[in-house]
C-alpha cells in the first residue's frame, strides 16, 4: 500500500521538483488539466508587459526588425523542434492546430493527387478529436477525396492501395491512448500513403522523433503541454522532402519568398516558411515562447527522457491509487496500462455521474475535465514539469471523498456550462 509519507518521499527525491517553481499555481488547487491548457509560467506576464510596453510602445514599428518580431515564427519553431525530434528551421509557429492541418493535409492530398492519383482516401480514427475529422471532412468534400474512420486496431490492415494519407492523432485526448508512432508510420508508408501526425497531446508531454519516424507531416498545439497560453499559435513540420512541394492553399504574403518586394505574383518562401500565412500574433508568440522556455528549462535535468520517466511514474500511482482507494465506485479505466501506449493523462470511465464527479472535484480544488461519450470519461492530465506526487494523492483522496460521501449528488454539480 502506498503511503502520503511515501509520495513525500518520492517529492523529495525528484530531481524535476524545482521545475514547478517555474509556474504560477493557484493556492489549494490541483491543477490536472494542464493538457488541455497548460498553467501560468511565472515569467511570463512580465515577459508580455515587456513586449507591450518596450517592444510595441517604444519600439513601434521598428521592432519588427530590431526585436526580432519578424522572425519570432522560426525562432519559436526551433525550440518546439528540440521537443519533436525536427531540426533547426524545420518547424514554424503559426495559426491554430485546425489551420494547420488543413495547410498540411491539403498538401498531402496534392502530392497525392499528383503521384499516385488512384489514391482517393484519407483514414484516420473515428475517436480522433473532432476538428481534426471536420478539417479531413471539409477537405475531402472540396477534393473529391473520401474519409474513412476506423477504431484503432483496424488501421494497420485498412491502409492498401487506395489510401492517400493516413491522418492520426499520436495520443488519444479522450483515452490518452498513444500509437507506436515509428511502426505505424513504418507500416502505412510501406503501403504507400502519406503520414500525417497531429501532436496535440504530445508536443512535451512524451518524447517525440519525427525524422527516426521519417514521418511526412506534422501539426501540433501550443496551448497544452507547451504551456503558451490561451489560444497560443501552433505549429507545422514538414519533412525536408515535401517542404518545397507545391504550395500550402493559404498562400499569404508571410510565406511569399520576398514578402517586402510587394510583386503581384505569390512566389513560395523556401522550406517551411512558406507555411505562414499573414501578419502574426506577436504578443501570442512571445507568450508561446516563454512557455516553451519551461520545458527547455528541464534539458539540463535530462529533458524529455526525465519528464517521460516521471509522468509514467505519476501516472502509474494514480492508476494504482485510484484502484486501491476508489475500488467499488464503479470506476474504469480508459487509459492503457501499457507504458509504450500511454501518453501523460489518465481517464476513467463511468456509466453514471461522471460530469458531476468532476464539477464536485473542481469544487474542491481538483481541477480535471469531462469528456462526453459512451462511456463518459473523467480525463487527469499529469504534466510531469509541475506536478507532485503529493498532488496525486491529494486529487485520489478527494476524489474517494467526492464518491463515498456521494458529494457530486448534489443539484449544483448536475449544471452543465458551455465549456466542458
Ligand atoms: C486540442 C486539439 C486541437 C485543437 O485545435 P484548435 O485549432 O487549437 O482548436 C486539435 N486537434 C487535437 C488532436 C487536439 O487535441
Given at each position: 500500500?502506498?503511503?502520503?509519507?511515501?509520495?513525500?518521499?518520492?517529492?523529495?527525491?525528484?530531481?524535476?521538483?524545482?521545475?514547478?517553481?517555474?509556474?504560477?499555481?493557484?493556492?489549494?488547487?490541483?491543477?490536472?488539466?494542464?493538457?488541455?491548457?497548460?498553467?501560468?509560467?511565472?515569467?511570463?506576464?512580465?515577459?508580455?508587459?515587456?513586449?507591450?510596453?518596450?517592444?510595441?510602445?517604444?519600439?513601434?514599428i521598428r521592432s519588427w526588425n530590431d526585436a526580432g518580431w519578424f522572425e519570432l515564427p522560426q525562432r519559436v519553431g526551433d525550440k518546439i523542434a528540440t521537443l519533436v525530434g525536427a531540426r533547426a528551421g524545420e518547424v514554424v509557429a503559426t495559426d491554430s492546430t485546425s489551420i494547420n492541418l488543413f495547410?498540411?493535409?491539403?498538401?498531402?492530398?496534392?502530392?497525392?493527387?499528383?503521384?499516385?492519383?488512384?489514391?482517393?482516401?484519407?483514414?484516420?480514427?473515428?475517436?480522433?478529436?473532432?476538428?481534426?475529422?471536420?478539417?479531413?471532412?471539409?477537405?475531402?468534400?472540396?477534393?473529391?477525396?473520401?474519409?474513412?474512420?476506423?477504431?484503432?486496431?483496424?488501421?494497420?490492415?485498412?491502409?492498401?492501395?487506395?489510401?492517400?494519407?493516413?491522418?492520426?492523432?499520436?495520443?488519444?485526448?479522450?483515452?490518452?491512448?498513444?500509437?507506436?508512432?515509428?511502426?505505424?508510420?513504418?507500416?502505412?508508408q510501406a503501403a504507400g500513403a502519406l503520414v500525417v501526425w497531429d501532436l496535440a497531446h504530445s508536443a512535451g508531454a512524451v518524447p517525440v522523433d519525427l525524422h527516426a519516424a521519417d514521418a511526412d507531416f506534422a501539426v501540433g498545439c501550443g496551448y497544452?503541454?507547451?504551456?503558451?497560453?490561451?489560444?497560443?499559435?501552433?505549429f507545422v513540420w514538414v519533412h525536408p522532402r515535401h517542404a518545397e512541394r507545391g504550395w500550402q492553399p493559404l498562400s499569404g504574403w508571410w510565406g511569399h519568398a520576398t514578402p517586402f518586394t510587394f510583386t503581384p505574383n505569390y512566389q513560395p518562401a523556401p522550406g517551411v516558411g512558406r507555411y505562414l500565412c499573414g501578419t502574426q500574433p506577436i504578443l501570442s508568440l512571445t507568450a508561446l515562447d516563454g512557455g516553451l522556455d519551461t520545458l527547455l528549462a528541464a534539458q539540463p535535468l535530462g529533458g524529455m527522457t526525465a519528464l517521460r520517466r516521471k509522468s509514467l511514474a505519476l501516472t502509474d500511482l494514480f492508476i494504482a491509487l485510484v484502484e486501491e482507494r476508489c475500488a467499488g465506485h464503479g470506476l474504469g479505466l480508459a487509459t492503457p496500462r501499457e507504458h509504450a501506449a500511454r501518453g501523460s493523462q489518465?481517464?476513467?470511465?463511468?456509466?453514471?455521474?461522471?460530469?458531476?464527479?468532476?464539477?464536485?472535484?473542481?469544487?474542491?480544488?481538483?481541477?480535471?475535465?469531462?469528456?462526453?461519450?459512451?462511456?463518459?470519461?473523467?480525463?487527469?492530465?499529469?504534466?510531469?514539469?509541475?506536478?507532485?506526487?503529493?498532488?496525486?494523492?491529494?486529487?485520489?483522496?478527494?476524489?474517494?471523498?467526492?464518491?463515498?460521501?456521494?458529494?457530486?449528488?448534489?443539484?449544483?454539480?448536475?449544471?452543465?456550462?458551455?465549456?466542458?
Open positions: 500500500m502506498t503511503t502520503l509519507q511515501d509520495c513525500l518521499r518520492r517529492d523529495a527525491d525528484d530531481p524535476l521538483a524545482p521545475l514547478r517553481e517555474l509556474f504560477v499555481l493557484p493556492p489549494g488547487v490541483i491543477y490536472l488539466d494542464g493538457n488541455s491548457l497548460g498553467p501560468l509560467p511565472r515569467a511570463t506576464p512580465e515577459r508580455i508587459a515587456r513586449a507591450v510596453r518596450e517592444e510595441w510602445g517604444q519600439g513601434l495547410k498540411v493535409l491539403s498538401v498531402a492530398l496534392s502530392i497525392a493527387a499528383a503521384d499516385t492519383p488512384q489514391r482517393r482516401t484519407i483514414i484516420s480514427e473515428r475517436s480522433n478529436f473532432p476538428t481534426d475529422l471536420y478539417i479531413a471532412e471539409g477537405l475531402c468534400r472540396e477534393r473529391g477525396f473520401t474519409l474513412q474512420l476506423l477504431e484503432p486496431e483496424q488501421i494497420a490492415a485498412a491502409v492498401d492501395e487506395r489510401t492517400a494519407v493516413l491522418m492520426l492523432t499520436h495520443v488519444n485526448y479522450r483515452t490518452g491512448a498513444m500509437h507506436d508512432m515509428q511502426a505505424v508510420t513504418r507500416a502505412a497544452k503541454y507547451l504551456n503558451g497560453g490561451p489560444g497560443a499559435p501552433a489518465v481517464c476513467l470511465t463511468r456509466e453514471q455521474g461522471a460530469h458531476a464527479i468532476v464539477q464536485a472535484l473542481i469544487a474542491r480544488g481538483v481541477i480535471g475535465d469531462f469528456r462526453a461519450g459512451a462511456p463518459d470519461i473523467l480525463r487527469f492530465g499529469f504534466p510531469p514539469l509541475y506536478l507532485r506526487f503529493e498532488d496525486v494523492w491529494q486529487a485520489v483522496e478527494h476524489l474517494r471523498a467526492v464518491l463515498v460521501e456521494e458529494e457530486w449528488r448534489r443539484p449544483e454539480f448536475q449544471r452543465v456550462q458551455a465549456v466542458t
